[in-house]
């Protein structure tokens, strides 16, 4: 007898609190940014921001972002928890110590430097900048891991809190250092952010108490997590974050090297904060797919909902795009200069797919961690590597034509080719879903 369609409306309940999180979350670059481009020598802040401080960060914390989708999948019973908060405390001490050593030695230079080709005007408060961000990998480990516990258990909505909680800390960071005018611009960015992720794991760590009472009552699972099988199941999920974030730098290093280097590297961050507000609804679905694929009649309703809404962020953009709004956001909210305005509307089109294309990864990513089938993921981050950065490496060796139309055209490409991969790989593991099988942890 065939299934129910799982309710639409129960989708949408555990999904809208998860992108009102990242849209809330995507808002975070825009205000920087904004902010910083009316303080003093904003090309050059907003250069060490977006070139420098941003890209490493990521980089640097690359290992434990997946932990968000590791806990949601896996933090079924009191003894899965505490293995994963074990690898989450030591890798986040592993990573906090490499984030020192970049920021604090010599290994600054040959980064910033030598691999990335930083322009010399952002060494300096790029370097600043980094060391104000010491807390953040750690914050963001204990953060995203514990949002996992809440969203498995039916607390969703909690993890969008605690982003009002984020973007609180942030907003008045920023509103003080706006008002001071004396500060430099990179370091009131990087105070709001890291202000922000520590008040938000506060918070997170404090929600979930009663979740983990609740937890500790669970039987355990029938087959216990062990070192091999979180291996198996993390070590792929990891690459792929840590090879997603190293096409960052790459891509500031590229534009770097390419005509306009200074005005597209300044340009970036704004361009890119607004593009990612409407990619952002759509990356909260992952989590929102892991979540609900167990339930009857999932598969149908769940595919329904990620055409809909890859359907309307795509429309969204169109019309920021095609009428006066990008002007208004990039000249208005943006403040930026009316040479790079001119220089970033152009830009846009070339990234006109990218929000439909991160609701359908999503989908497509969510199926593939829910079934353990991980691999997948690192194999299309990989097609998005090589596309990217042949294109990349082509603008760089023609040097002719902007780095920012360069980036965002290599970006727009090697996500599209990503997504033809995932939807490839997950084919039979939604069949399998479909008929009722289930991978073995």
């Known amino acids: 007898m065939p299934q129910s369609p799982l309710p639409m409306r129960r989708v949408v309940q555990t999904w809208w609190p998860l992108a009102a999180s990242w849209l809330l979350m995507s808002l975070e670059l825009p205000a920087l940014s904004a902010v910083v481009a009316r303080l003093d020598n904003p090309e050059i802040n907003l250069a060490a921001y977006g070139g420098i401080v941003f890209p490493l960060a990521l980089i640097i914390e690359s290992p434990i972002i997946m932990l968000l989708a590791a806990s949601t999948a896996l933090s079924r019973d009191w003894d899965s928890y505490r293995k994963l908060r074990r ?15 970049v920021a604090f030695t010599p290994l600054y230079d040959v980064v910033v430097r030598g691999l990335l080709g930083a322009p010399a005007e952002i060494v300096e408060p790029g370097r600043i900048g980094l060391l104000i961000m010491t807390p953040w990998t750690w914050s963001i480990a204990y953060r995203r891991f514990n949002q996992g516990v809440l969203i498995r258990f039916g607390h969703s909505r909690s993890v969008g ?5 984020r973007l609180g800390a942030n907003g008045l960071v920023l509103t003080v250092g706006y008002l001071s005018g004396t500060v430099p611009g990179i370091v009131v960015a990087t105070s709001a952010v890291a202000t922000g992720v520590i008040g938000e794991a506060i918070y997170v760590g404090l929600r979930v108490r009663p979740v983990l009472r609740r937890l500790r009552e669970l039987p355990p699972v029938p087959r216990p997590l062990t070192a091999r099988s ?11 974050s840590l090879l997603t974030l190293l ?32 990619r952002s609804v759509g990356m909260g679905y992952n989590e929102a797919v892991i979540a609900l694929l167990d339930e009857p009649g999932a598969v149908p309703s769940l595919r329904r909902f990620a055409v809909y809404l890859s359907t309307l962020t795509t429309l969204a953009l169109l019309v920021v795009v095609a009428t006066p709004l990008s002007s208004f956001w990039l000249g208005g909210v943006s403040s930026l200069a009316p040479a790079l305005v001119a220089l970033a509307q152009p ?30 993921i690192t194999e299309a981050v990989v ?17 002719q034509t ?12 090697a996500t599209f080719l990503q997504t033809i991969w995932l939807w490839w790989r997950s084919r039979p593991v939604l069949r399998a879903v479909v008929s009722g099988y289930a991978a073995p942890l």
Request: aromatic share 10%; hydrophobic share 55%.
């Open 402 to 413: 902007p780095g920012l139309y360069v980036g965002l055209g290599a970006f727009s490409a």
């Open 230 to 240: 979180f291996a198996r199941f993390y070590v792929p999920l990891a690459l792929t």
């Open 347 to 376: 830009a846009l089109w070339l990234a006109l797919p990218m929000p439909g294309l991160s609701v359908l990864q999503s989908w497509y990513q969510g199926t593939l961690v829910h079934s353990r089938h991980t691999r997948g």
């Open 383 to 399: 097609v998005f590597m090589l596309v990217c950065g042949a294109i990349l490496g082509a603008g760089v060796m023609g040097g």
């Open 247 to 278: 096409i960052q730098p790459l891509g500031s290093a590229a534009l770097g090297r390419m005509p306009m280097a200074l005005e597209s590297l300044a340009v970036w961050p704004v361009v890119s904060g607004l593009v990612f507000i409407l």
């Open 161 to 165: 809190v605690g982003t009002v909680v």
């Open 87 to 101: 690898y989450m405390m030591g890798a986040s001490a592993l990573l906090t110590l490499l984030h020192l050593l």
